[in-house]
């Protein structure tokens, strides 16, 4: 059986002696806090040096390179001769690889993570290895290390100063005995009148490790968020005294014990390698890979199960929805007057439109409120206007919400559509920002499937709808993804997009996830309209004619998700036989949810793209889930996934005109079962 002598500066409370077992291999750990007592670490090197395989030590700051020089800590060099010929481990090794690489998942799932917030280190220069990832991060740093090192009060801003101070210093720090850093009192209220001390005190996010705790007395840290290597009983016992809301830890997992530092961690990985072997940065990812441990994104400690709070934007979809707002009803004189005022209110900003509350998930009971922004664009005069001035607008709504406390912006409407979707004022504002389409994605297919199992035309054999697909605007961001997973369950599907060569990609695509699937694509959509047994249309027409509606298919669903809709009311009107719905409206979560102003739906119900927002803020995943004209596929799965956790759902089947209920649509399938001439003539018919 093999041994490992772990060391630590920190109380003897935290003592263990375990026997794990690790790819076949026994290995004893032995744990030993020594309180910060180096005569202490001396003793018990010299009483376990014959018997141990491997010690580790954890407290000490990492060896550091200036130029070409290194430095390691005085004391650190004199345990490893002291251990030798037996190999100490400090973990430095594992930290430096796998702590970017947590960062690196982090910002994967949540780009806006760093976005124009404050990060502080109570010491860089142990976490140097951070550096590099967070400098390319809209974040700015801020560094107590005079204070920590040499008790004297006052922070340094901004990596630049933070290199200066650590050339000057390192060569000094690296000789004091860490006793003396012991014990140093952020939360005395003198430090707190100390201008850049208090302004290092008011980072959003602090990152620490779990060693570093040992030298703390921490502040009060109510509403931040905590970043740390490894979360012990005994750190996440101190963070929760010091009210942190949330804390990350990069840590590998409780894979051996509770106590598995990343330390200890190397030390296992260094055994299993041999005696007298180097381990490299390949053999830690290599034993990585055979326990299957990688960084997972999971707040440990988000003591925020109220208050989250959102922000969305909406426009009017007409000139009629314009003068709904009270600001502009008293000018709905005359239509000569409202064309005038169409164009005019586009020189106004966006403004705080009303408020939504009362929404609680139903998986945890957590309860959110959203502030609804609006602009004055219709749809319109969004796309003539000049795209700098709706993101200038947009971002002043993002400024508007950040100072107000909101964790995520949604985009409704053209606001997503306008400019590069998303991603330009994703990029620019102080908080994360949704579009709100792959819910959107989702929406739409769940009113879809509603609607054809209600109409009952389409049979299916292997979970197979045996009839054909039509999507209009396939090469856009919803239509995309609904095409894809679509070909899922329908055995013919037929794309439609103004370019071929975009239809060409977007058929290999569908084909290699649905082979056996029937694709075709056209840039007409009427010639496949009295073939098509759902047609979904996603465009931007803005009024254009993008179909003959005396074409399509008697008994077909058209799923209409463009906002203003591609089919118009009397279109819809003239062919009872077709039933026309509206994708995208859903239901929010909770008993009581009030809305004090009208978006132009009915009480409780909201567009999936705010839906979206919602989901998010629920789950606390305030990241730029959906941005750019390309939905991820699997986004639209997991944010179905969340949907279905936290309770929200279609609301009905809407229409132009609002619901439409289970009478109509027999209705209509009666109609369709007489043009179809399976049933009486429809003079017989009752409206």
């Not at 109570?122 to 590099?132: D, N, W």
């Not at 508007?400 to 964790?407: A, I, M, T």
């Not at 053209?414 to 620019?428: L, N, S």
Request: with cysteine; hydrophobic share 40%.
């Amino acid at each position: 059986m093999k041994e490992i002598i772990s060391i630590s500066l920190e109380s003897p409370e935290r003592n263990f002696d375990q026997t794990v077992d690790v790819l076949g291999t026994s290995i004893r750990i032995k744990k030993l806090g020594v309180d910060f007592n180096f005569e202490l670490i001396k003793e018990i090197i010299s009483q376990y040096k014959e018997t141990a395989d491997l010690f580790t030590i954890s407290g000490f700051p990492p060896s550091f390179m200036l130029g070409k020089k290194e430095y390691t800590h005085s004391q650190l060099d004199l345990v490893k001769d002291l251990a030798s010929p037996v190999q100490v481990i400090d973990g430095q090794n594992i930290r430096e690889l796998y702590q970017p690489w947590y960062f690196h998942r982090l910002l994967e799932a949540q780009p806006n993570f760093f976005n124009s917030k404050k990060v502080g280190f109570f010491t860089g220069c142990i976490q140097s290895h951070l550096f590099p990832e967070l400098i390319k991060q809209n974040c700015s740093l801020e560094f107590a290390d005079p204070f920590f090192i040499y008790g004297v009060p006052k922070s340094i801003k901004g990596i630049k100063n933070f290199n200066r101070f650590l050339k000057l210093n390192i060569p000094l720090v690296s000789k004091i005995p860490l006793k003396k850093f012991s014990g140093r009192n952020f939360n005395s209220p003198f430090l707190k009148k100390i201008p850049t001390i208090k302004s290092f005190l008011n980072s959003d996010i602090f990152i620490v490790n779990d060693s570093q705790l040992e030298y703390l007395t921490l502040p009060n840290l109510k509403g931040k968020t905590i970043i740390i290597d490894h979360l012990s009983k005994r750190a996440q016992e101190k963070l929760e005294k010091a009210n942190v809301e949330k804390i990350l830890a990069t840590s590998v997992g409780d894979l051996l014990t509770s106590d598995l530092s990343q330390t200890l961690l190397e030390a296992i990985f260094q055994i299993l390698k041999g005696e007298g072997q180097q381990l490299s940065a390949p053999d830690i990812i290599h034993y990585l890979d055979k326990l299957n441990l990688s960084p997972e994104i999971s707040a440990t400690n988000d003591s925020s199960t109220t208050g989250d709070t959102f922000s969305f934007i909406v426009h009017p979809l007409s000139q009629r929805d314009l003068f709904r707002h009270p600001v502009l009803k008293p000018l709905r004189i005359s239509k000569k007057f409202q064309t005038i005022s169409e164009r005019a209110v586009c020189l106004m900003d966006g403004v705080h439109y009303g408020d939504i509350r009362g929404i609680i998930s139903k998986a945890t009971g957590k309860e959110i409120s959203g502030a609804i922004y609006t602009l004055f664009e219709t749809p319109n005069m969004m796309m003539k206007s000049d795209k700098k001035s709706i993101y200038k607008k947009l971002l002043n709504i993002g400024e508007k919400s950040y100072e107000q406390g909101h964790k995520l912006m949604g985009l409704g409407a053209y606001t997503k559509i306008v400019g590069d979707a998303g991603v330009t004022v994703a990029r620019k504002s102080p908080l994360p920002v949704t579009t709100g389409n792959s819910l959107s994605a989702a929406a739409t297919l769940w009113a879809a499937s509603y609607a054809n199992k209600k109409m009952g035309f389409v049979k299916k054999k292997n979970n197979i709808n045996q009839g054909t697909v039509l999507i209009i605007g396939a090469t856009g961001s919803i239509g995309k993804v609904c095409s894809k997973l679509l070909s899922q369950f329908w055995k013919k599907v037929v794309i439609v997009a103004p370019r071929a060569f975009k239809l060409i990609d977007l058929q290999s695509e569908i084909l290699e996830l649905s082979p056996g699937s029937e694709v075709e694509f056209s840039t007409e959509a009427n010639e496949y309209l009295s073939h098509a047994d759902l047609i979904i249309t996603t465009t931007s027409a803005q009024g254009r004619k993008i179909l003959d509606i005396n074409q399509i298919k008697p008994g077909a669903i058209v799923c209409d998700v463009s906002r203003p809709f591609d089919i118009s009311e009397e279109e819809t009107l003239s062919r009872p036989d077709v039933l026309v719905i509206a994708s995208g409206e859903v239901e929010l979560p909770g008993d009581n949810v009030q809305m004090n102003c009208d978006i132009g739906l009915p009480k409780n119900t909201v567009y999936a793209c705010l839906a979206e927002t919602a989901l998010l803020t629920l789950e606390g995943r305030f990241e730029s889930f959906s941005l750019s004209r390309d939905i991820n596929y699997q986004k639209v799965i997991e944010i179905d996934r969340l949907a279905r956790k936290h309770g929200v759902k279609l609301s009905a089947i809407m229409g132009h005109s609002g619901e439409i209920t289970d009478d109509e649509i027999k209705l209509c399938k009666e109609h369709a079962k007489a043009r179809r001439g399976t049933s009486k003539d429809l003079n017989e018919l009752r409206l």
